[in-house]
């Protein structure tokens, strides 16, 4: 059930409660860990129904590409696997310690560059879970001012895509991002 609604650009940005793994848009993100071999929260979430593939296409990624892991703000592709999705981009947030450590900067280049992967794959629509806001501790109102405000600056300068959604776990959250997005996007 969509909340929250709002043009951005030529695109729709939507604010819903709900959870990730059940989006058929063209692309969900994971909030990953730089492994990319599964975890807890969302990222495990993902990798148990998306079943196997997407953890065959994770490790092919590590063996070529990201041989240490991938660096926080950094993003990746895989196909969706089982989920409904047809493809999982997946980022690593960073750590909160304390916001003076440069989160807010790693934070940003995340959803950047998951919406620059999108387009760059011709993707049309993708889901977004709040990176960071879970077991790295990064607080949701803070979190949710730097997701929003990196997203209308992308969508303001960028074509391609016609839909972003945040899905967020709790009406908490939910609340907070709506709060933040009236502000930016009114």
Not at 48 to 73: F, M, N, S
Not at 106 to 130: I, K, Q
Request: glycine share 12%; aromatic share 8%.
């Amino acid at each position: 059930m969509v909340r929250y609604e709002f043009q951005v650009g030529k695109a729709i940005v939507r604010l819903v409660k709900g959870d990730i793994t059940d989006m058929a848009t063209d692309a969900i993100v994971n909030a990953a860990n730089s492994s990319l071999l599964g975890g807890g929260g969302v990222d495990g979430a993902i990798h148990r129904k998306g079943g196997p593939k997407i953890l065959e296409e994770c490790k092919k990624i590590r063996a070529v590409t990201w041989l240490d892991g991938l660096p926080t703000g950094r993003a990746v592709i895989t196909l969706g696997g089982n989920l409904k999705t047809k493809h999982v981009i997946h980022t690593v947030g960073p750590v909160w310690h304390g916001g003076n450590s440069g989160e807010a900067e790693l934070l940003r280049d995340a959803y950047m560059n998951c919406l620059g992967l999108a387009v760059s794959e011709g993707l049309r629509t993708v889901a977004f879970p709040s990176i960071s806001t879970g077991a790295y501790g990064y607080p949701v109102e803070k979190a949710s001012f730097v997701a929003l405000r990196a997203m209308k600056e992308f969508l303001e300068e960028a074509d391609g895509l016609v839909e972003v959604v945040f899905v967020l776990f709790s009406d908490g959250a939910l609340d907070v991002y709506g709060r933040v997005a009236e502000k930016l996007f009114s």
